[in-house]
């Protein structure tokens, strides 16, 4: 049985730091990607990272903030959330795809598993 479980997520102020992780269990995946839903807006990309020569995307509003990472031994990947800013209060999930071949990774439709997310909350 396939699982994303996140953890890391929790309150803090602006212009601090937290670090999410993603445990996989069932599968190996070729993407694994981070997408946050913040209420009443669409679920957006934030960044994602390749299993296969670790290449990574950002989202233009994330880029130089936040910092995506990987340890293939454990299935996990992280995120590393610098610099945070209230409009970076979201619910933060984790997303999986199967396959490695080339897709547009900011839609949500290509990945196949998501977990349940975690919230991350900035104060001003």
């Known amino acids: 049985q396939v699982q994303l479980v996140e953890s890391g997520g929790g309150l803090v102020q602006a212009g601090g730091s937290l670090r999410l992780s993603c445990a996989a269990s069932g599968r190996t995946f070729s993407i694994m990607g981070w997408f946050r839903q913040a209420p009443g807006k669409e679920r957006e990309f934030v960044t994602a990272i390749r299993s296969s020569g670790g290449s990574t995307y950002y989202a233009d509003s994330v880029t130089g903030r936040f910092t995506i990472s990987r340890d293939i031994a454990k299935n996990t990947v992280y995120l590393q959330l610098d610099s945070l800013k209230p409009e970076d209060t979201a619910v933060y999930l984790c997303?999986?795809?199967?396959?490695?071949?080339?897709?547009?990774?900011?839609?949500?439709?290509?990945?196949?598993?998501w977990g349940q997310g975690t919230q991350v909350t900035v104060s001003s």
């Open positions: 997303a999986a795809r199967l396959a490695g071949t080339r897709v547009a990774i900011t839609r949500t439709r290509n990945y196949d598993y």
